[in-house]
């Protein structure tokens, strides 16, 4: 046993990695918002702290101590959250500090801690009018140190249920206001290398309105953008506004989107299925998370002409979930895509009256 302790002290670098691996599990870290995030109000702050001891758990945000606001306000071995609604657009610098307990070889306290600086982007027009009408707006996207979960790839997962491009990857992820009772999906398709498709959309259970959003640049339209290793800043991306102006390289969302619910789903592929029945969409698990409107219609915003969910003529899913779109739409999937069977359409099979698609469980 001698010998063998005698050779890790031989060993420094193996002393090292232990001594760090220690200090990092022990210490005092912001889990949100993130470093270099730009986000919108409200500011939703995570803090994780090790085994508390010694110097108390004090928060700092710009320089004035907001502590109180934390909860639980003296955390150990877990997280203690705040929220700041109305902090105005411009830099801000979030720094928490706690005694935390740390060991090597023997325990001992000492004080960690932990900064944040991220910007916090004034609304557009587009989302404080989305915001204004209860619809959930979603904080920038990226694939890693934001709030929004990976639920699946349609392309692998459900074995080809991506409908809009056949067999290409097409990854659904979600996001849940804390707030608003509604949902947000984004569905970043292909690669992620510049040209590949990223829609993002919200819908208000209340009131029944939606805001959407496609990955290129209110500067730079006809550009698609990348999303692999990106960050989708939700202000600077083309919206509704942009689309109802006919302003969208991917065409016209509500020329699809029509019916009485935004989201176009395949209610059998097991990525949504975890969004629409699973412990994600509400149900007994709590949340604000549901894809169901209370209203017999959605609507897209903004309320405009040629932007509108008209009722499409031709045969429908029990008149629970979307109309049958129009032949242009149809030509694209039956033929463009090359997406088989013929006129295949959202919610099949299990879309029949009574099914609960996009219902609570």
Partial sequence: MRAQIAKWLDEPRLLISIFVSFLVSSCVSIIEPPKGANIVNPVVAKVKVGNACGDPF?????????????????????????TFPGLSSGSHTLTASAGVEHWFLVTYCANA??????????????????????????????????AWVLQGNLNTDGGGTNLLQGATDAFVWTYSDPNVRGACVALPRGNGAPGSLAGIICQGAATGKACFWDNQLKTNPTTILGWAGQRLVISELV????????????????????????????????????????????????????????TPRYTPLPITSGWANNVSSGSNCAGACHE???????NMRNTVNAISPPNRMPMPPSCIAGSGCYGTP
């Avoid at 004090?58 to 959250?81: E, K, N």
């Avoid at 600086?117 to 979603?138: H, I, L, N, S, W």
């Avoid at 699809?256 to 149900?283: E, M, Q, T, Y």
């Fill in 58 to 82: 004090r928060v700092l945000l710009d320089g004035a101590d907001v502590t109180a606001q934390f909860s639980p306000s003296s955390p150990s071995s877990t997280i203690s959250q705040a």
């Fill in 324 to 330: 049958l779109p129009p032949s242009t739409i149809r």
């Fill in 239 to 294: 919206d509704g506004v942009d689309f109802a102006a006919g302003g969208n390289v991917g065409g016209r969302c509500t020329s699809c989107h029509s019916g009485n619910n935004v989201f176009l789903i395949s209610p059998d592929d097991p990525a949504w299925g975890k969004v629409l029945r699973g412990p994600l969409n509400g149900g007994s698990s709590g949340g604000q998370f549901t894809t169901q409107v209370d």
């Fill in 113 to 146: 801690s932990a900064a944040s600086t991220f910007k916090v982007a004034a609304d557009t027009p587009y989302m404080a009018q989305c915001r204004a009408e209860g619809v959930p707006v979603p904080p920038d996207w990226a694939e890693s140190g934001t």
